[in-house]
């Protein structure tokens, strides 16, 4: 079966969801915005065929097979119930939705009609989250014991930043744990393969008080100098987390949109229980917003040895990682995007994904389905691995369902 995708909400994230399905050749036939000029605009300055002024269109439209949701968080369980029950596989950006009670509506839903229904998690396509697992896997670090680290942005830095996920009626009373934590303990849980089960949280607002322009803003555009608002914010700028994992693991992380010089400071570490010495691996994965020459991540494993990844001037975000030293490691040649299953109550799908040798692990996760599940997923949820540059694609489960 040739799918034929159609996108909700053609911003930042949008886009870049709009471009990695050109990419793999998957025909993308229109999309759909808050307002029938603004989607018109939007399509013909990105060549799309068609703009959906409304969602009762896009859902009646037996052309299209699979949408992905873009659109801001208020709106997911509106639209995701809406398409998964028009018949169509529903690819959600994060959150799933504003509450627990919607979450487990759609998980419902899906598990009703049959239909897939997917948030993305990118940030486990990253050559060396896969490299992090295989170890762990293995056994190379014995039996995880803690794990630890951080998630630290600056795009919120100044009370003149300004996003819609400022205000909690429009992204949830959770920002940054909601918008980028969940981004650190989906691959906590996907690196040791233990699932959270506890988690206590200090949050803090930072700035009580923002302004907002009286305009659109697009997401991480820098602040503007026309009119504005002052608004009251309540919703997190930063968060210290302990966490409880399945088998005695126990964590902590940090989360900050406030971090000065931080565009994308990713890092995790596993301390492990293997014989003789202490044994650790980390992670740190980092991204610059300009075209220069961007550090590199590396892994520590047991030998506390560093492997190097190519580092070179380049007017992408995100330095491509592929390596022949990880890629010897994971038994292959080149590194390719691993496979993608979703739950294993939704019917079975034409052209399902490979896995890549050795590698038994989930890419995105299904509204109902968590753990390794082996189902598989339609090929219009693009995969996604650090090769893409550009933009990246936020990736996460809700709060309720991590």
């Known amino acids: 079966m040739k799918h034929s995708v159609a996108i909700i909400g053609l911003g930042f994230v949008g886009r870049a969801h709009l471009e990695s399905l050109r990419r793999l050749g998957i025909p993308v036939k229109g999309g759909m915005l808050s307002t029938a000029e603004r989607g018109s605009s939007a399509a013909k300055s990105l060549g799309l065929e068609k703009s959906y002024a409304s969602l009762a269109e896009l859902a009646a439209d037996k052309e299209i097979t699979c949408v992905h949701i873009c659109s801001p968080n208020h709106v997911h369980f509106e639209q995701a119930s809406a398409l998964l029950r028009a018949g169509k596989h529903v690819l959600c950006e994060k959150p799933l939705a504003m509450d627990s009670r919607e979450s487990q509506t759609l998980k419902g839903i899906e598990k009703e009609t049959g ?31 803690l794990v630890h680290g951080k998630f630290h942005q600056d795009w919120l830095l100044f009370p003149s930043d300004w996003n819609w996920r400022l205000e909690s009626k429009l992204g949830g009373d959770l920002r940054a744990v909601s918008d980028i934590g969940t981004h650190w303990m989906d691959l906590a849980m996907f690196v040791t393969g233990s699932r959270i089960t506890e988690i206590c949280a200090d949050l803090a607002t930072i700035h009580h008080t923002r302004r907002k322009p009286r305009g659109h803003v697009e997401s991480f555009a820098k602040a503007g100098t026309g009119a504005y608002d002052e608004v009251p914010i309540s919703t997190d700028d930063y968060a210290s987390v302990l966490v409880h994992f399945e088998n005695d693991l126990r964590g902590f992380y940090s989360v900050s949109q406030v971090s000065a010089g931080r565009k994308c400071s990713l890092g995790f570490e596993v301390n492990g229980s293997a014989a003789k010495k202490p044994t650790s691996l980390s992670s740190k994965i980092r991204r610059c917003s300009a075209p220069q020459r961007v550090a590199t ?3 520590l494993a047991d030998t506390r040895k560093a492997i190097p990844t190519p580092s070179s001037n380049s007017s992408r975000i995100f330095t491509p990682i592929s390596t022949p030293a990880i890629s010897k490691r994971l038994g292959r040649s080149q590194l390719s995007p691993p496979v993608m299953t979703s739950s294993s109550s939704a019917k079975p799908l034409p052209k399902a994904l490979k896995s890549a040798p050795g590698l038994k692990f989930r890419g995105i996760s299904n509204f109902a389905h968590d753990a390794v599940s082996k189902a598989p997923i339609p090929d219009c949820f693009s995969r996604r691995h650090s090769a893409r540059g550009g933009k990246l694609i936020n990736a996460q489960k809700t709060l309720e369902n991590s």
């Open 115 to 145: 239909f897939v229904g997917g948030v993305a998690h990118n940030l486990r396509y990253y050559p060396l989250c896969q490299e992090a697992r295989a170890l762990v896997k293995s056994g190379a670090i014995g039996k995880p014991l």
């Open 297 to 299: 991540p590396r892994i």
